[in-house]
């Protein structure tokens, strides 16, 4: 798995949260705009690494096993 520094950072953030965290959360976490963590997000959910779901208008990121 290649991952850049962002996405290393939103992958860390992830697992040690221990459960599902929002963008705005991931993005808190990262520090990162909120804009770039939806990217990397994206880009990582369509290389199968990640789930999301929505609950409300929150939208849910978590490591995929």
Request: hydrophobic share 35%; proline share 3%; no cysteine.
């Amino acid at each position: 798995m290649n991952l850049n520094p962002y996405e290393r950072k939103i992958m860390k953030e992830l697992y040690y949260a221990g459960k599902p965290l929002t963008t705005n959360e991931v993005a808190e976490k990262s520090d990162l705009s909120w804009q770039t963590a939806k990217k990397h997000l994206e880009q990582m959910r369509e290389r199968g690494l990640l789930n999301h779901g929505k609950k409300g208008s929150a939208i849910y990121w978590w490591i995929k096993v």
